[in-house]
């Protein structure tokens, strides 16, 4: 009795590993279609990446969701030509936090208006996260004290374009993850 019982849950938890799977596969591909939101700053860039990784994180839980953020923030770094540790650190930071934040709300409580709530508040925990990371960690990676004085006169567009994005990865996931939800869950 014991080893049906086991084999039944290695069978949900290898269909729950296929699908976190097919979701970060997914969120690498959305990755590599970047563009810029706010023509001022033109580096700073939105993919669509953070949507799969939202939605995974609100099915299977937090961990799962910080377990998607760490290999798609690595595959895009490292193997798909993004920005490398820089870039690894800060789509760790921005993305996790979003995910981590509004995962633990929404798994609280399971409703539309938990979930609005959930990524209010994420959107504004990135917010203040990616202002002191852009702060502290940009300086270091590309330039020392000079590039600190260019960080600080960017910092309205670096708050503004964490904001669009916070809301945009919000809006989306809102409006899709119902639709997408009973595919996750359908043993």
Known sequence: MTENLNTTENKISAKMIAKMGMMAAIACVFGLFRFPILPMVPFLTYDFADIPIIISAFAFGPVAGILITFVVSFIQAFLLGGDQLYGFIMHILASGTFVLIASLIYK????????????????????????????????YYYGGAAMKEVVVQLMP????????????NSVITFVIYKRISPFLHKQ
């Open 108 to 139: 609280a409580r399971k409703s539309k208006k938990v979930a609005i709530i959930s990524m209010i508040i994420a959107t504004i925990a990135m917010i203040v996260i990616m202002g002191i990371a852009n702060y502290f960690i940009t300086p």
């Open 157 to 168: 567009f670096i708050l503004l374009f964490n904001l669009i994005k916070g809301v945009a």
